[in-house]
Every structure is written in structure tokens, then in C-alpha cells.
Nanobody, 123 residues
Framework: QVHLVESGGGLVQAGGSLRLSCAASGRTFVTYVMGWFRQAPGKEREFVAAIGRTATNTYYADSVKGRFSISKANAENTVYLQMNSLKPEDTAVYYC????????????????WGQGTQVTVSS
């Protein structure tokens, strides 16, 4: 069992920045990927970014490329999502995910999910 705890959400004005954190604990995998998804009201959950265990490979949705950056602290099994130049359309509940990998843009690549953290961007 892997437990994920997210933090760092909040309210920010358009153009501002936030950093989300997600700490994984429990029986973590030897090989894994950690990712971020988001879900806005009335919309499906969508992929935001992902990173492999060694942090060599990172993946981003086109909508956040150049504005968001995913990184991780290996020793702490913690992943970060630095979000810059935020837009009102980035408003959503952001979920951290953890799993063995595969097609990292799909929720099926992940076995465990955090509880979600709200990000609200005002115009």
C-alpha cells in the first residue's frame, strides 16, 4: 500500500505561481512513475505532468508546457509541481498519482491517488 499526501494548493491571481508537493510513503515500488492530474468542475480528470523514478524523463500536457515544471526529491519519495504563469483555466483539483508506469498520460498507469488539493486562479 502506498499513501500519498499532497500540499500546496490555494488561491492565486492570474500570472502568479504555486508549488504543489506530494509525499509518498508505505511499500513503494522499485520502479515507478509519479504524476499529477487535475479535474475541473464538470470535466474529466486530465493529465498534467509525470516523472519517472530517476527523474531522467519528464512528461507534460501541451496546455502546461513551458509554465509548469515537475521534479522530485528521490530520498524523500516526494514530487513537486511548480506552476508559473497560472491562468484561470488552470483552476481545478490537482491529484497526485503513483504507479508502475506505462502510458503515463492515462490514469490506468497509476495504482494510488492522493486526496487532491484545490488550485484556484482568479482573473
Amino acid at each position: 500500500q502506498v499513501h500519498l499526501v499532497e500540499s500546496g494548493g490555494g488561491l492565486v491571481q492570474a500570472g502568479g505561481s504555486l508549488r504543489l508537493s506530494c509525499a509518498a510513503s508505505g511499500r513503494t515500488f522499485v520502479t515507478y512513475v509519479m504524476g499529477w492530474f487535475r479535474q475541473a468542475p464538470g470535466k474529466e480528470r486530465e493529465f498534467v505532468a509525470a516523472i519517472g523514478r530517476t527523474a531522467t524523463n519528464t512528461y507534460y500536457a501541451d496546455s502546461v508546457k513551458g509554465r509548469f515544471s515537475i521534479s522530485k526529491a528521490n530520498a524523500e519519495n516526494t514530487v513537486y509541481l511548480q506552476m508559473n504563469s497560472l491562468k484561470p483555466e488552470d483552476t481545478a483539483v490537482y491529484y497526485c498519482a503513483y504507479g508502475p508506469g506505462g502510458n503515463v498520460v492515462l490514469p490506468t498507469a497509476y495504482n494510488y491517488w492522493g486526496q487532491g488539493t484545490q488550485v484556484t486562479v482568479s482573473s
